[in-house]
């Protein structure tokens, strides 16, 4: 029978919501990880039993997990017991938490400094992992995005990790600056038509395209205007929420800025902005729906120091148009008295038809909507903050 | 045989009880204990020192016969109730809360 899972990150763990295709009942399993924070969790496309998870703490530092059994079970690869045959072969153990940037002078790029707060430059200092993207054919590999902004890139299911240094490395990093959350690379999209070419939306530098596999790395943000830097055209220092493609128009790409929603229609070279009737075009997330590319949703917030939505009503905005022109969605959800934030990694579409949506929100609320954002229903109502939703079809 | 106390964060990563036996061999001191407990637990490096620098974590502090050694170079030798398992070394989380 054909299911449904979610993957939900939160402030304090990880659960798994799954249903059957109907998606009407949801069973809950978790916390996994409990106490930990779990920024993102994703599955492979090739292989929905093959789960990674970024669990981070200010504490302790970062550990990355992997479930082989959709997320029944988990491990941190290479440390397992399973692993100790393995590691008395010679293979890493304990290596699997390891992010280091490479500095070598085969493959790496000089540690660097980046603009800070005040304006002062400051040392590239690893914080954390934010996104996990799966390769799209290959299950042990994994692609991870991190703070300070960088790229790594797993071949051998999380055992070991290595930057992809082209990114951090660009001549425009002392540039890049961090956000509030930190300099974060959040978005990771790898385009199905074009195996070498990747998207990676950093906080706040903006957004880059490689076309050879992650080597190299050029800013595309032509088009983006942001007041709050001082050259708002500038070709770096945007800060760039969340970018999104349907995988039948990789070309065609959809971006939830700092302020503005925006659209590309020649895979990044050029943006136009598509804000049109929003009540806010601040807010964090942006999807695609599954079957119709250019239908796109985003949940708008009142500003950058508001992180909640207009009027206390929760809206989810969807256009048929691919922008401009956005209705609100709003069956289902509160209508008054609603305060939270719905964070950049925190909303997901499933492959169903018709086409569900879900996200999560800062005050622990998991929506879905399985007629394509007409109606919406809670799963479940107060969980720790949410962090990130992720979807998997599961047969 | 060293006996370890771990915080709650690092008991559940390493499937572990609050307290693990570690052997060491020569001098007891912060280094060895640490090598020894990240040895037999590998799940564990990098979450109380660094990976590459080995530096103590920020926000973790240790302690050794009721004795805050944090700052304590971690060559110097421990107390000698942590050589002889009569006290456990801690490790333990900075607190943070309100």
């Known amino acids: 029978m054909t299911a449904m899972r979610i993957l939900v990150g939160t402030r304090k763990g990880a659960f798994i919501l799954t249903s059957d295709s109907k998606r009407k009942k949801w069973s809950i399993d978790g916390p996994h990880f409990a106490g930990w924070e779990i920024y993102h ?3 492979s496309p090739v292989n929905p039993d093959r789960v990674y998870a970024s669990q981070t703490s200010s504490w302790f530092g970062q550990i990355i997990q992997r479930s082989d059994d959709g997320g029944k079970s988990w491990s941190q690869p290479g440390a397992d017991s399973a692993a100790e045959e393995a590691a008395a072969a010679g293979m890493p153990q304990g290596e699997s938490n390891m992010f280091v940037y490479d500095t070598s002078t085969e493959t790496g790029k000089p540690l660097t400094t980046h603009q800070w707060y005040d304006g002062t430059q400051h040392p590239w200092e690893f914080a954390r992992v934010w996104h996990l993207e799966p390769s799209l054919d290959d299950p042990d590999t994994c692609y991870a995005g991190v703070e300070d902004a960088a790229l790594f890139r797993s071949t051998d299911g ?8 082209g990114l951090r490395g660009h001549e425009s ?24 070419r990747i998207f990676c939306a950093i906080s706040a530098a903006g957004t880059f395209r490689s076309d050879d596999n992650g080597e190299t790395w050029a800013p595309i943000n032509n088009g983006l205007h942001s007041e709050y830097i001082p050259n708002p055209t500038a070709e770096v220092g945007h800060c760039v929420h969340r970018i999104a493609i349907h995988p039948s128009n990789p070309n065609t790409l959809f971006m939830q800025k700092h302020w503005d929603v925006m659209r590309s229609d020649d895979g990044g070279d050029s943006w136009r902005e598509v804000s049109g009737n929003l009540p806010s075009d601040f807010g964090f997330p942006i999807a695609v729906h599954a079957h119709e590319p250019e239908t796109i949703y985003v949940v708008p917030i009142l500003s950058d ?15 048929r148009s691919g922008g401009d022109e956005w209705e609100a969605l709003t069956k289902g959800l509160p209508q008054e008295n609603c305060y939270v934030n719905v964070l950049r990694d925190a909303m997901a579409v499933d492959t169903f038809d018709p086409c569900g949506i879900y996200f999560g ?10 007629d394509s954002g007409d109606s919406w229903e809670p799963i479940v109502r107060d969980l720790p903050g949410v962090l990130s939703v992720e979807t998997q079809t599961v047969s | 045989m060293i006996r370890v106390v771990l915080p709650h964060h690092l008991q559940t990563l390493a499937s572990c009880d609050r307290e693990v036996a570690v052997t060491v061999d020569g001098a007891v001191t912060q280094r060895a204990v640490l090598d020894a407990l990240e040895a037999r637990y590998p799940m564990l490096r990098g979450t109380v020192r660094e990976h590459v620098t080995m530096k103590r974590r920020p926000r973790v502090r240790f302690f050794a016969g009721g004795e805050d050694v944090t700052h304590e170079s971690p060559d110097s030798e421990l107390p000698g109730s942590i050589a002889t398992g009569d006290q456990p070394f801690m490790i333990v989380g900075a607190i943070a809360g309100g």
């Open chain 1, 361 to 370: 929100t800062t005050g622990g609320q998991v929506y879905a909507s399985s």
């Open chain 1, 305 to 319: 120091s508001l992180h909640y939505p207009p009027d206390g009503k929760l809206r989810v905005y969807r256009s």
């Open chain 1, 158 to 165: 999380g055992v070991t990790w290595h930057e992809l240094a």
């Open chain 1, 173 to 196: 990093g002392p540039e890049w600056a961090p956000g509030a959350g930190g300099m974060c690379l959040h978005t990771i999209v790898l385009d199905p038509a074009n195996k070498s």
């Open chain 1, 41 to 43: 969790l994703k599955g």
